[in-house]
């Protein structure tokens, strides 16, 4: 084959990965067009009252904890809340567990709508690791697309403070 006919073949090829990474960029540029997001911060105290529920017949003998959960939160967000939560706890040890679910309505900087809140926890020796996150995608009316996280204290005489971090579409 002569130099000629091998460059005829081969040019193309050298420029086609070129085309391609640039139709590909393009194309990933305008798929990528997620709405802009706005972050905030938000606390403020919360009020709530459990109240111990009956386990399943499955779960009867497992020493889980089962109870209902109502919560009216104050300051920017202004909701109240209803859910179920799921605990199993050694207080010789201060250690323990619990998933919980919860629906939060209300209002959020002043936008009204719902969202649900999934909760797993564990404290090892004394020490808490929490994670209350909004599940995606239950936002609803204003909150349509609300993501974050939330972190709960608990003061010495017992008074409940939330610390929610969270981002909602422009």
């Known amino acids: 084959m002569s130099a000629a006919t091998h460059d ?9 990965p ?9 194309a990933a540029t305008a ?17 709530v009252k ?11 003998g497992s020493g889980l904890g089962r109870m209902s959960l109502d919560k009216r ?8 809340s209803t859910g179920e939560m799921l605990s199993f706890g050694n207080p010789a040890s201060g250690s323990a567990g619990y998933v919980a679910m919860e629906t939060v309505h209300g209002t959020l900087d002043g936008r009204a709508g719902s969202f649900a809140l999934q909760h797993s926890s564990t404290m090892a020796g004394g020490v808490p690791t929490q994670s209350i996150t909004v ?7 204003a909150l349509a697309g609300l993501a974050g996280r939330m972190v ?15 981002s909602l579409p422009d």
Do not use: N
């Open 135 to 141: 599940v995606p995608g239950s936002g609803t009316g």
């Open 152 to 166: 709960v204290e608990v003061a010495p005489g017992g008074a409940h403070a939330y610390h929610f971090e969270y």
């Open 73 to 80: 939160f104050h300051g920017a967000l202004d909701a109240a």
């Open 31 to 47: 798929f990528d067009k997620e709405p802009s997001m706005s972050s905030h911060t938000v606390t403020g105290p919360f009020d």
């Open 50 to 60: 459990v109240a111990p529920q009956p386990l399943s017949a499955v779960a009867g």
């Open 18 to 26: 070129a085309a391609a990474l640039a139709l590909a960029c393009a």
């Open 8 to 16: 005829a073949i081969m040019r193309p090829l050298h420029l086609f």
